[in-house]
């Protein structure tokens, strides 16, 4: 039962002496170009309610910008990362930027509502070149240590997210549709930062070879049958379809819920969409180092299901606690996603690019499918009573019981 693949998992529990250096100025790297990357991502939803009045959408087809954004972001990752699991491709995030700052640029000047849905295209597609060798290298420079790897590398996105509303509301809201220019040099920095860790690979590579060889010769990982891995990896999937259309209503909604139910106006809305993106990034990060010491499997279950009574009190309370409640199930759903894609490279340790490009794939399609689905729904039944009914969603987390117990992981 004892296999490892050159591309398996060292055990993170082996003591400090024993483990490698974890390459902290490449994966700080990594995490700032993904902060770039979903920087300008999270511009799309942040000037909704500019491209709402100036081609005079409705939320259904705000729900479609979403939809026609995060499936081309989906499209090409588990492609492109199962290739470079046999073919790496260490400069392909490099290339994966110039799809970004095309899209940017077109979106900044677009002059039609079909010109809008091509720009994000172009976003989303540079978005799904840019997640699976970056996932990768990220865990090739963790000497060991996934949890925090995984979690300073999704950290930066998180905190690229929760500038978007930021910048749109004291840049892009004040200056108008074409201000989404002036942010093309955070493609152009990405670039150069890509660039700097593809010429570091090799090295890192080596190293993480080097100790998944001696968890091999000790014995410390075990492989699993087809059936055990399908299982698990569906598993996964509905628990991150769960966590994934409860956050969309938070992602492409939440402005339009505040002004909706609160009357605020859209610079507050966007400033409170910040705070709580900003609480994701803590999850996130707060979730990886917390794996690494209590296992993925007990974070998946606090992160999924813990935040079900916060979620059904959410649509019955004030704006002050609605602030404070959609920092803590934010806070608790985003420690999930690290844990999650462990679990499954645990779960297949030959296939890092595979699942990096499948979860960050369905990570994009997901919630596009719900938003899309949200929008046609918040037009029939009110923004309030969507709200409502995605409270419920996290009840689904207790699926988690039936996740496949990997015994030679914490």
Same mark, same amino acid.
């Given at each position: 039962?004892?296999?490892?693949?050159?591309?398996?998992?060292?055990?993170?529990? /082996? !003591?400090?002496? %024993? @483990?490698?250096?974890?390459?902290?100025?490449?994966? $700080? *790297?990594? &995490?700032?170009?993904?902060?770039?990357?979903?920087?300008?991502?999270?511009?799309?939803?942040?000037?909704?309610?500019?491209?709402?009045?100036?081609?005079?959408?409705?939320?259904?087809?705000?729900?479609?910008?979403?939809?026609?954004?995060?499936?081309?972001?989906?499209?090409?990752?588990?492609?492109?990362?199962?290739?470079?699991?046999?073919?790496?491709?260490?400069?392909?995030?490099?290339?994966?930027?110039?799809?970004?700052?095309?899209?940017?640029?077109?979106?900044?000047?677009?002059?039609?509502?079909?010109?809008?849905?091509?720009?994000?295209?172009?976003?989303?597609?540079?978005?799904?070149?840019?997640?699976?060798? /970056? !996932?990768?290298? %990220? @865990?090739?420079?963790?000497?060991?240590?996934?949890? $925090? *790897?995984? &979690?300073?590398?999704?950290?930066?996105?998180?905190?690229?997210?929760?500038?978007?509303?930021?910048?749109?509301?004291?840049?892009?809201?004040?200056?108008?549709?074409?201000?989404?220019?002036?942010?093309?040099?955070?493609?152009?920095?990405?670039?150069?930062?890509?660039?700097?860790?593809?010429?570091?690979?090799?090295?890192?590579?080596?190293?993480?070879?080097?100790?998944?060889?001696?968890?091999?010769?000790?014995?410390?990982?075990?492989?699993?049958?087809?059936?055990?891995?399908?299982?698990?990896?569906?598993?996964?999937?509905?628990?991150?379809?769960?966590?994934?259309?409860?956050?969309?209503?938070?992602?492409?909604?939440? !402005?339009?819920?505040?002004?909706?139910?609160?009357?605020?106006?859209?610079?507050?809305?966007?400033?409170?969409?910040?705070?709580?993106?900003?609480?994701?990034?803590?999850?996130?990060?707060?979730?990886?180092?917390?794996?690494?010491?209590?296992?993925?499997?007990?974070?998946?279950?606090?992160?999924?299901?813990?935040?079900?009574?916060?979620?059904?009190?959410?649509?019955?309370?004030?704006?002050?606690?609605?602030?404070?409640?959609?920092?803590?199930?934010?806070?608790?759903?985003?420690?999930?996603?690290?844990?999650?894609?462990?679990?499954?490279?645990?779960?297949?340790?030959?296939?890092?690019?595979?699942?990096?490009?499948?979860?960050?794939?369905?990570?994009?399609?997901?919630?596009?499918?719900?938003?899309?689905?949200?929008?046609?729904?918040?037009?029939?039944?009110?923004?309030?009573?969507?709200?409502?009914?995605?409270?419920?969603?996290?009840?689904?987390?207790?699926?988690?019981?039936?996740?496949?117990?990997?015994?030679?992981?914490?």
């Amino acid at each position: 039962m004892s296999t490892l693949s050159a591309d398996a998992e060292p055990d993170s529990r /082996a !003591t400090p002496a %024993a @483990r490698p250096n974890v390459y902290m100025a490449v994966l $700080l *790297a990594l &995490g700032l170009s993904h902060l770039l990357n979903d920087t300008v991502q999270s511009l799309i939803p942040a000037v909704y309610p500019i491209l709402k009045s100036e081609f005079s959408l409705d939320f259904a087809k705000i729900g479609m910008i979403t939809l026609t954004f995060q499936i081309a972001g989906a499209l090409f990752q588990p492609a492109i990362g199962l290739y470079t699991d046999r073919h790496p491709l260490p400069y392909s995030g490099a290339v994966g930027m110039i799809f970004t700052l095309v899209g940017l640029l077109s979106l900044a000047y677009a002059t039609s509502y079909a010109l809008v849905l091509i720009s994000v295209t172009l976003v989303g597609i540079g978005s799904s070149i840019f997640h699976p060798e /970056a !996932t990768r290298s %990220a @865990r090739y420079a963790s000497g060991g240590r996934q949890g $925090l *790897a995984q &979690g300073i590398f999704q950290v930066g996105g998180q905190i690229g997210g929760a500038l978007g509303p930021l910048l749109a509301a004291f840049i892009i809201v004040p200056r108008g549709q074409s201000s989404l220019a002036m942010f093309a040099a955070m493609a152009i920095l990405a670039m150069v930062l890509l660039t700097w860790t593809a010429r570091r690979q090799a090295a890192i590579r080596t190293q993480f070879n080097a100790l998944a060889s001696q968890a091999h010769a000790q014995g410390r990982q075990a492989s699993y049958s087809r059936g055990t891995i399908v299982f698990g990896l569906v598993i996964l999937t509905v628990l991150m379809a769960s966590k994934l259309s409860y956050l969309e209503s938070f992602r492409s909604f939440y !402005t339009f819920y505040l002004m909706d139910r609160f009357g605020v106006s859209i610079a507050t809305s966007q400033v409170m969409l910040f705070i709580i993106f900003i609480a994701s990034a803590a999850g996130v990060l707060l979730g990886g180092i917390v794996g690494d010491r209590i296992g993925r499997y007990r974070v998946i279950w606090i992160s999924i299901v813990g935040p079900l009574p916060f979620t059904l009190l959410l649509p019955y309370v004030d704006l002050f606690w609605t602030g404070v409640l959609t920092v803590i199930i934010n806070v608790m759903m985003a420690s999930a996603f690290a844990s999650i894609m462990i679990y499954a490279m645990d779960l297949v340790p030959k296939r890092i690019g595979l699942i990096g490009g499948l979860f960050y794939g369905l990570n994009f399609a997901l919630g596009g499918i719900a938003a899309a689905f949200l929008g046609g729904l918040t037009d029939s039944i009110g923004i309030e009573n969507v709200y409502k009914a995605c409270s419920f969603l996290p009840v689904i987390g207790l699926l988690t019981v039936f996740l496949p117990r990997l015994p030679a992981k914490p």
